[in-house]
C-alpha cells in the first residue's frame, strides 16, 4: 500500500498527503542532529507516483527544481501534481508553505490511469 493519501482532485491536478517521522528511512544519514529530507527523495516519491499514473511515460528532463523551505520531521507532507501537455509541475507543501517546486518535462502528453485515481481515493476512504 502506497504511504501517500489521496486528498483531492481536480482535471488537471491532485493533492497527496504522508506522514514523515524522524525514523523513517529517507532522513537517513541526512543528517543525523538535524534531519531534513533530501532532494533527491523528493524528486524520487514524484517519479515514484506518476510511474503508477502514467507508466509508459518516459523522463525527458527536469526542467526547474527549487528547495525553498527545508523538510523536517515529524511532519505532514503534501504534494500537489499538476499536469499539462507534456509536463508535470509539483509542489511540496508544509502547511501552507511551498518547500520546493518542481518541472518534469516528458516524452509524451501526460493522461493519468484513473483506475490508479481510484485505488487511491478508495483506499483514502476506507481508512477514513
Known sequence: ?????????????????????????????????????PGV????WVMQCWAEAQP??????????????????????????????????FRYYLKDQVCSTGQLVFDQALNPNLEWLFNLQNAHRSAS
Open 56 to 89: 509508459q511515460a518516459q523522463l525527458i528532463t527536469v526542467a526547474q527544481i527549487k528547495f525553498l523551505q527545508p523538510i523536517k520531521p515529524p511532519c505532514e507532507l503534501r504534494l500537489e501534481l499538476s499536469w499539462q501537455l507534456e509536463r508535470l509541475t
Open 1 to 37: 500500500m502506497s504511504p501517500w493519501q489521496w486528498m483531492s482532485q481536480s482535471e488537471h491536478g491532485l493533492w497527496l498527503q504522508r506522514a514523515l517521522q524522524q525514523q523513517d528511512g529517507c532522513f537517513d544519514g541526512h543528517f543525523p542532529e538535524q534531519p531534513l529530507l
Open 41 to 44: 527523495w523528493q524528486l524520487h
